[in-house]
């Protein structure tokens, strides 16, 4: 008797080829740039006096060791899984939430988004977070986020906010949550030689628009770097008061700074349909929930599957 492979773990086998070749193809897709052209932990509410309090203690990073190189913040500084929207109507907590977003961006600003942020650092990023999301002004965040947003800071790696890897990471699931992140940690290490500029997204009604600014040395020890933005779009459902789903559609290269690439790509209009080759594959593009629990006029705070928050700007 021939043995036969289960259905089941076809396509288990299926998924994990799939998500090894993305990967793969991730990280050929952002070095493209350059060789073409080439759980919070235990919530403390904390008030602004505190806050500053705290800020002023902080030593910021102006001399970085080795032992300082960004790093993910550890999993049991974020969230359970568990939270739900909470709604301020406190006309009175207006100045706290100023006060807290302006010592945010302050260590946005001093921590590269988060990058280089030292423990303390991250600890009082995690609670000025954690304080917005509880003094949110909005009944319904998920559904008040149309415009354009900066990202500012990040409890992890800043490529993830695109909608390309949040896809990786929902076709992983659960069972394969530590390959998805060896994947992420090994594309920020194939990576290494570039550097992340603006991380932009566009939000409409039912579509995500993410634009990643990219920076690549072309060898080492010359002074030459070639730029260009990835640029991925996704559908959007809005699920109120605070989940998107959302399904990648494509990816592609724009703004390169070497002429003749920048106007093959124009020309040419290259996209990876990323949907569509999961579609092809799997017969389903993989939907990914990001969540948003605090927005007003200047301030967005999403969070993805683990609990990863990142932070925007409007623009």
């Known amino acids: 008797h021939h043995f036969q492979p289960s259905e089941a773990g076809l396509t288990e086998n299926k998924t994990d080829s799939l998500l090894v070749t993305m990967f793969v193809r991730s990280a050929i897709l952002f070095m493209a740039l350059g060789s073409a052209s080439v759980s ?71 921590t590269d988004r988060g990058e280089f942020a030292r423990d303390e650092e991250k600890q009082l990023i995690v609670e000025l977070v954690t304080e917005l999301e509880a003094l949110n002004p909005t009944p319904e965040p998920a559904t008040d986020c149309r415009g354009e947003w900066d990202l500012c800071i990040s409890s992890t790696q800043l490529f993830r906010s695109s909608p390309f890897f949040q896809s990786l990471r929902a076709l992983a699931g659960e069972e394969n949550k530590a390959m998805a992140e060896n994947g992420f940690d090994l594309h920020e290490k194939a990576t290494s030689t570039g550097q992340i500029g603006r991380v932009r997204q566009t939000i409409t009604n039912d579509e995500l628009i993410s634009e990643v600014d990219l920076s690549v040395g072309v060898l080492p020890g010359i002074p030459v770097r070639v730029k260009g933005t990835v640029v991925t779009t996704a559908s959007l459902k809005v699920l109120p008061p605070e989940e998107w789903d959302i399904r990648v559609k494509g990816t592609s290269v724009k703004g390169s700074n070497v002429p003749f690439l920048d106007q093959m790509l124009d020309d040419m209009d290259l996209e990876l349909p990323v949907g569509g080759v999961y579609e092809q594959l799997l017969g389903k593009n993989p939907t990914s929930v990001l969540r948003t629990f605090y927005v007003d006029e200047s301030i967005r705070i999403t969070r993805d599957c683990d609990d990863n928050f990142y932070v925007f700007t409007r623009m």
């Open 40 to 110: 919070v932990s235990a919530f403390a509410p904390i008030n602004a006096a505190s806050a500053r309090s705290l800020l002023s203690t902080t030593t910021l990073h102006q001399s970085m060791s080795t032992d300082d190189i960004p790093s993910d913040y550890q999993a049991d500084d974020l969230s359970s899984g568990d939270q739900a929207v909470v709604v301020d109507e406190d006309e009175d907590d207006e100045r706290i939430r100023e006060e807290l977003k302006k010592e945010l961006l302050l260590m946005a600003s001093t």
